[in-house]
């Protein structure tokens, strides 16, 4: 089982500051990360498949990037409605798909 | 328009069972993998567990914490997915979101998530 670890647990950052959230496998989950975003009282929302690929609607200010154990969550510049708890989740051959225990995103 | 719903949440003494079901529409159901994720409150995201579609075998797999206890199934027939859940415990507590997973279609790929089911453990 890889275990997620994401880093900080809190970002607290201004409006058109740029976002780097860390997510860290205990062992290689290849590129079969997935990145979410959930706001409170909210299901979760795809940002990112495939550890690279921006689901569809999703604005490119969101990318991501890594494989093997280190990913990254970039937001390039962070509108309002960007702050929220993000959360990678595993998606290997090889159950359980584990989530990370979330970054939460908070306005400085 | 894909929709995913889920029903039967509610509350349950300790011990007791429940079953969760969740409808899904909009999509072709039986080429889909499909997973139950909760989460407790304040808490963050759990996988519990997927099902695979027939074409890969149609087994499930489990979080440990719930492997034993929780049995997910399907119905092709009726684009229903189901999460079993027996012999709870109070920290099954949560709300339960039944999700596809990716789902690429005409150069739109998203995955799908319903509104979630409260399911509330206590005597």
């Known amino acids: 089982e890889s275990v997620l670890t994401q880093s900080p647990a809190t970002l607290s950052l201004s409006p058109g500051q740029r976002a780097t959230l860390s997510c860290r496998a205990s062992?290689?989950?290849?590129?079969?990360l997935a990145w979410y975003q959930q706001k409170p009282g909210q299901a979760p929302r795809l940002l990112i498949y495939d550890a690279s690929n921006r689901a569809t609607g999703i604005p490119a200010r969101f990318s991501g990037s890594g494989s093997g154990t280190d990913f990254t969550l970039t937001i390039s510049s962070l509108e309002p409605e960007d702050f929220a708890v993000y959360y990678c989740q595993q998606r290997t051959n090889w159950p359980p798909w584990t989530f990370g225990q979330g970054t939460k995103v908070e306005i400085k | 328009e894909v929709q995913v719903v889920e029903s039967g949440g509610g509350l349950v003494k300790p011990g007791g069972s429940l079953r969760l079901s969740c409808a899904a529409s909009g999509f072709t159901f039986s080429k889909a993998w499909m997973s139950w994720v909760r989460q407790a409150p304040g808490k963050g995201l759990e996988w519990v567990g997927h099902?695979?579609?027939?074409?890969?075998?149609?087994?499930?797999d489990y979080a440990a914490p719930v492997k034993g206890r929780f049995t997910i199934s399907r119905d092709d027939s009726k684009n229903t997915l189901f999460l079993q859940m027996n012999s709870l415990k109070t920290e099954d507590t949560a709300v339960y979101f039944c999700t596809t997973d990716v789902l690429c279609s005409g150069g739109i790929c998203l995955d799908y998530w319903g509104q979630g089911a409260l399911v509330t453990v206590s005597s």
């Open positions: 062992q290689s989950v290849s590129s079969k």
């Open positions: 099902i695979k579609k027939k074409s890969d075998g149609g087994t499930a």
